[in-house]
């Protein structure tokens, strides 16, 4: 289903277009919520944490201390996230009793951490706007690790299955690492404002302006990256997603799709929208509005429908979760903390 919170509220669908509203325990700034398999688990700007066994019914939790928490993420055994504006870590097996850890550094000032991955041995994440990376086997025991350059690593870090890759922010380098503590440093194109990196299952890519004009950046490996020039397309296109082999970007009233990250198609969206996230359930691209009750859907990424939402709130991510004991490896195969 999908789903999203905000303020006090969650709104759950099964198909993007037939919405339910329910209730949170209290009102505050929500992760998007994470799958474990039986429960979903989402962590608020302060204190508190919600669980659910169905996306209807919410149960709030006391978390160990306060902080800008990232999107927790599950490993099989249990869910971790960091502060992003600090050195604290917290995990739990069940969302509901957690325990905090020291990160080995702190992500505070411009430095937040980023992206908080699992790739089926260690956590890692990197840290914004300095050469931090970190990893984890656990959630409680952490190591530091450099990177070769220090950019802000303000688009998704991504594990594809393989490597772990990332790029820089209005830079042109990328990285990449097999294991989250050796990586490589390779060359754009351009320099662009590269954001949200999306792997599509066979290609990554990051949309972003170069000299005042919409590009795309694509690669196979993370290492050699090919440049195409979407003009007149500009603007900050933050939402991308890989979803049924094919990329999907909106921005106001336009959508794009490409199959390979190299030739786009462009299509248009029934209503101006800006989303944080476009999110894939197998079947169905959606994307939701921010403070408002604005919400599309699409097929296919080319044909799109407008739908209401019960209610307007400043939501978190739109996620597609599913409770089922194999989902979470599929939704943490690409992990990102969004917060």
Known sequence: MFVALGGAAAITSPDGATWTQHALPSSHGWTAPTSNGTVLCALSNSNAAVTS???????????????????????????????????????????????????????????????????????????????????????????????????????????????????????????????????????????GSWDNLAWSGSVFCSLGQVSGSLRAISSTTGTTWTQTNLSPLSGTWDSIVGGGALFCAIRLTNAITSPDGVSWAQHTVPVSIAPREIAWSGSTFCAIQSATDLAVTSPDGATWTQRTLPTSEVWSPLVWVSLSPIAPFWQNFRRAVEV
């Open 53 to 191: 066994p169905d996306g209807s019914n919410w149960t709030q939790h006391t978390l160990p201390s306060s902080g800008f928490w990232g999107r927790p993420v599950w490993n099989g055994t249990l869910f971790c996230a960091l502060s992003t504006a600090s050195n604290k870590a917290i995990t739990s097996p069940d969302g509901a009793t957690w325990a905090q850890y020291t990160l080995p550094a702190s992500g505070s000032g411009g430095h937040s951490w980023r992206d908080l991955v699992w790739n089926g041995s260690v956590f890692c994440a990197l840290s914004r706007l300095s050469t931090n990376a970190i990893t984890s086997p656990d959630g409680a025991t952490w190591t530091l690790h450099t990177l070769p350059a220090s950019e802000d690593w303000l688009g998704k870090l991504i594990w594809n299955g393989s490597i772990f890759c990332a790029v820089g922010y209005s830079s042109n380098v990328a990285v990449t690492s097999l294991d989250g503590a050796t990586w490589a440093q390779h060359t754009l194109p351009a320099s």
